[in-house]
């Protein structure tokens, strides 16, 4: 062993500021001698996680892999460059359907995802009945996987099949496209389940009407920067996930000159210009694909516990991580916790579904409650919860974007990109801000409210990670 | 008779606050069993042995309540008793829901709410420990490691961390550091002076801190590095740093490394290097037929030209007869039990001990042997899930007791180690048992580690001590030598 430089620290220079963990006891023996002691308020890692998080935590390249990961999630640049039929976008054939979280089959798919995809095959002309829709699927002539296989995001059961439009998004930083369908507002919708003959009419529309329209509009312009909208509405009380209010009237102003420019007839343009403004959440599936980009851009850094993706399918809660590639840890989704609908109650409720977490992954949504106090309401909360939950999530993310910045918290960034480890160290899970399904199908949205991945989740990817990292010693 | 078991699931506290709690509790006239606690192996063990039944699914997140009382009313206060004692081990404060008082959930975000922050102190159970001081050395943070059972591989890897970023790593299982005059886990009050300590003996450094104090000297810093630093494995990684550390600051005239024997290429490394600094270097490496602190504290003085050690002696206010038999030890500091084994070996022969000289004088699991004995009630074996004898002294007053009516013991030496960090009054409940005890007992020696700038007040303590009828030494070593004497029916 070589001889050490004297220490670089300022060890025996400094007066002592003190931050303990542990026994209150020595704490308080500091503050007895008039040290500056700031205590942590510890507790226990998830159970069962402390030989893996110990493996993991000395795994050399953690640190520099985390940095090099959430760097690129963090200099991610979304833009809205084209919008088009999912055949094109993402190659579909008839007959192939893409949904939202981890791989499901039918037979396990929960109320929603099967009115969903009820109403998709409907739509497609596949089937001429619910029931022979039904029977096509649980045939099993329909090919289903995971949205967030092919670079796309699809809110609630996140059904994609071939004639639906797309947003496409382009990270002009890192080249990469990721596509996400349009919204069709809330209520009685597919993604949440419903399939009767006034959704199909307006996925029809959506495609004959509102699809082309967006298309010539956006083609007519400069590329639009999803990540200067979402950076203006965190500041105009959106999160980004629940509240899309102002991020939807943004991208309306961008768009509405091009539309009339574009020569269509003014019917139609009235009409996508009402079915835009009149529907508060039409841009939650554009910054769901800003979302898929940015922490797209932090995949596979070996060594890296940057959670990529968390995504529900109803049944199934999963999350990926960029040490270990493509791979799922899941755990049952939960039921969340929070207002309902008309006369519908928890009864009513399916577990927890959508793609949309992927904004939680990327720091807005529920990471981002606390720029938006009016949603707190949803699970009868006070405005200090908004802050708090917020501040919270700080603990668990490797980072603060500066890039969408929260003004109450003098305008500090959002916590961003969670860190497994992190989540394992201090149990505390990522806040999902989220709509709820009813759990039977063709029933749609019942509620909204909020929910957290189940710790499975965590405990299955911290034990993944630890697997993959060089043995201590 | 009447009793309560609770599960309150997400309440954390740690287990010194919590044994404060549970003793408030017992303390309740006409209760009989009380454990506040969280619902880790060991306690679910001892909610078992109260004759309770596990609630299901309790884990170490969990918060046990379990009170045995007289009647329902008892228990009523007992409960009362609880809740107010829960309440004032949270330090009060703003609640967690509040959005100011959001206190930090990891050393990283303390830090970063802390400007200035230097250093972190580390003292969640061993298997937690790693990822808290991991965390801190990330933060930029010098870290001193109290928590005891950690992995070797562990801590090596920390210390290599530590180095890369220029930062000093102390322990793990290191309780005792000064730093600028701050005392960190247990620590006397000693006045600044010219000698600068590298530790890796926790109540050996408490002790050479108190001697250099009373001959009148003092101590600039004092850098703990663990009891492992200096064996094969760990290298001395630690021990060089420090020493480093030490050679660059102006105030250390004389650096003393304080040890057990290390191995011999880790001593070699660490002789070769020493020779290399600009500051002079005393090598204390405890053992047998070497200095004891007491004789390392002198050396230390002569080498900057200051008197040397005198012992101190309270005595008695009433003093028993005394008679031969076997010698008990009942120590609180690692250190400071083998060095009374040491010198108590040389003329006694084997000595039985939980931390023994030789490996065929280990005492049995169930710590009984019938001769001479030994133990160490701050050895990892027996601290796993509970908080160290120095702030708890529940288990060496329990032995203590029987031991003072063991007809077969002569003489029982026990060690009272004052400072920050150790229970506020460590005498009072020495006292108590020792008042106790019958007219037959045996003497009762004590070694008195502390100063007259410590919380406790040295000389009250020793007040207290020798009011009960024991007798009181400064010095460790001179104390083990008077136990000896008497063992031998040499005390005149």
């Known amino acids: ?473 | 008779m009447s009793s309560a078991l609770e599960l309150r699931r997400g309440t954390y506290r740690d287990s010194v606050s919590l044994m404060q709690v549970s003793r408030s509790v017992a303390a309740v006239d006409g209760v009989t069993k009380a454990l506040v606690a969280m619902a880790t192996e060991l306690n679910v063990g001892l909610l078992a042995g109260m004759g309770f039944e596990t609630p299901d699914g309790a884990g170490p997140n969990d918060l046990i309540v379990a009170i045995r009382a007289d009647d329902e009313d008892t228990l009523r206060r007992a409960r009362e008793v609880l809740e107010e004692a829960l309440v004032l081990s949270t330090g009060g404060g703003t609640g967690i829901g509040s959005a100011a008082g959001v206190p930090p959930r990891t050393i990283r975000t303390a830090a970063n709410a802390t400007p200035g922050a230097s250093l972190a102190l580390v003292s969640v159970p061993g298997p937690h420990a790693f990822a808290e001081a991991m965390d801190a050395l990330e933060a930029g943070l010098d870290v001193l490691i109290f928590s005891d059972n950690v992995p070797v591989e562990q801590e090596i890897r920390l210390k290599d961390a530590g180095r890369e970023r220029g930062l000093l790593v102390m322990g793990p299982d290191c309780g005792t550091a000064m730093v600028g005059g701050v005392g960190l886990g247990f620590a006397n009050s000693v006045r600044p002076g010219p000698i600068g300590l590298v530790a890796a003996s926790g109540t050996g450094s408490q002790e050479l801190m108190c001697l250099l104090h009373a001959a009148g000297s003092g101590v600039s810093h004092c850098l703990g590095v663990g009891g492992r630093d200096l064996s094969e494995a760990v290298g001395a990684r630690s021990t060089l740093q420090a020493l480093a550390m030490l050679d660059a600051d102006p105030a250390t005239e004389l650096i003393v490394v304080v040890s057990k024997p290390p191995a011999d290429s880790v001593a070699a490394e660490v002789e070769r290097y020493a020779a290399t600094l600009s500051t002079p270097v005393q090598l204390a490496f405890l053992g047998q037929g070497r200095d004891d602190l007491t004789a390392a504290a002198t050396k230390a003085l002569a080498a900057i030209g200051h008197p040397g050690v005198q012992d101190r002696v309270w005595r008695p206010d009433a003093a028993r007869a005394t008679r031969t038999g076997a010698l008990r030890g009942l120590f609180c500091g690692g250190t400071l039990c083998d060095e009374a084994m040491i010198i108590a070996a040389d003329r006694l022969g084997p000595i039985a001990s939980n931390i023994p000289l030789r490996a065929d004088w280990a005492l049995p699991a169930d710590l009984r042997a019938a001769g001479h004995l030994m133990i160490d009630f701050g050895d990892d074996g027996l601290t796993a899930g509970r908080p160290h004898p120095m702030i708890d002294p529940s288990l060496r007053l329990e032995r203590l007791a029987e031991e003072l009516a063991d007809p077969a013991c002569a003489v029982l030496l026990l060690d009272v180690v004052l400072g920050h960090g150790a229970h506020a009054d460590p005498a009072a409940d020495l006292a108590e048992v020792l008042r106790a005890a019958g007219p037959n007992a045996p003497t009762v020696l004590i070694s008195l580690c502390g100063t007259d700038l410590d919380p406790q007040d040295l000389e009250s303590q020793a007040r207290t001590l020798t009011a009960a009828g024991a007798e009181v030494h400064l010095s460790n070593a001179e104390a083990a030598r008077r136990a000896v004497a008497i063992v031998e029916g040499l005390d005149a």
């Not at chain 1, 099949?161 to 349009?182: K, N, Q, V, Y």
């Not at chain 1, 083609?219 to 999803?226: F, V």
């Not at chain 1, 909208?229 to 939807?248: K, P, S, V, W």
């Open chain 1, 1 to 473: 062993m070589s001889a050490p430089n004297p220490n670089g620290g300022s060890l025996l220079t400094r007066d002592p500021s003190v931050v303990t963990v542990g026994a209150e006891l020595l704490a308080d023996a500091l503050a007895a001698q008039a040290v500056p002691v700031t205590a942590v308020d510890w507790r226990p890692p998830l159970p069962g996680t402390a030989d893996a998080l110990a493996t993991v935590l000395a795994d050399a390249r953690r640190e520099a892999a985390n940095r090099v990961a959430i760097e690129r999630v963090l200099a991610s640049t979304p833009h809205l460059v084209d919008v088009k039929p999912a055949s094109e976008a993402l190659g579909l054939r008839a007959g192939q359907f893409r949904h939202a979280g981890p791989p499901i089959d039918w037979a396990r798919a929960s109320g929603p995802m099967k009115g969903a995809l009820i109403g998709a095959v409907l739509f497609e002309g596949l089937a001429n009945s619910p029931e022979a829709a039904e029977k096509f699927l649980a045939e099993g002539h329909a090919e289903l996987d995971s949205c967030h296989h092919h670079h796309a995001v699809g809110p609630m059961a996140g059904v994609v099949s071939p004639s639906m439009w797309m947003f496409e998004l382009e990270d002009t930083t890192h080249g990469t496209r990721a596509w996400c369908s349009l919204n069709e507002g809330l209520g009685k919708v597919l993604r949440y389940g419903a399939y009767g003959p006034e959704v199909i009419d307006r996925l029809r529309w959506m495609s004959a009407v509102l699809g082309p329209l967006l298309r010539t509009a956006v083609r007519a312009g400069e590329a639009i920067d999803i990540r200067a909208i979402i950076a203006q509405m965190l500041q105009m009380g959106d999160e980004g996930h629940n509240r899309n209010r102002a991020g939807t009237l943004m991208l309306l102003r961008e768009l509405l000159p091009n539309m009339i420019d574009s020569g269509a007839p003014t019917s139609d343009i009235a009409e996508a210009a009402r079915f835009v403004g009149g529907n508060d959440h039409f841009f939650l599936n554009l910054d769901m694909p800003a979302c898929k980009l940015a922490m797209d851009a932090g995949r596979d850094v070996p060594g890296s516990s940057l959670v990529v993706a968390m995504a529900r399918n109803g049944t199934d809660f999963g999350i990926q991580v960029s040490g270990t590639g493509d791979r799922w840890y899941t755990g049952p989704a939960e039921v969340p916790d929070g207002l309902y609908l008309g006369a519908y109650g928890p009864d009513d409720a399916n577990p927890d579904i959508g793609d949309s977490a992927i904004t939680e992954t990327a720091g807005i949504g529920g990471f981002a409650m606390a720029a938006a106090p009016a949603i707190v309401r949803f699970i009868g909360g006070e405005v200090d919860d908004a802050l708090a939950a917020t501040r919270r999530m700080y603990e668990i993310t490797l980072a603060e974007n500066p890039a969408y910045q929260i003004p109450v918290l003098d305008f500090r960034g959002t916590p961003t990109g969670i860190d497994v480890t992190k989540v394992a160290r201090t149990g505390i899970l990522p806040q999902i801000n989220t709509g709820i399904a009813g759990k039977v199908a063709g029933t749609g949205q019942v509620g909204a409210g909020l929910v957290t991945p189940p710790a499975d989740c965590f405990v299955a990817a911290i034990r993944a990670l630890a697997e993959a990292a060089p043995p201590l010693g």
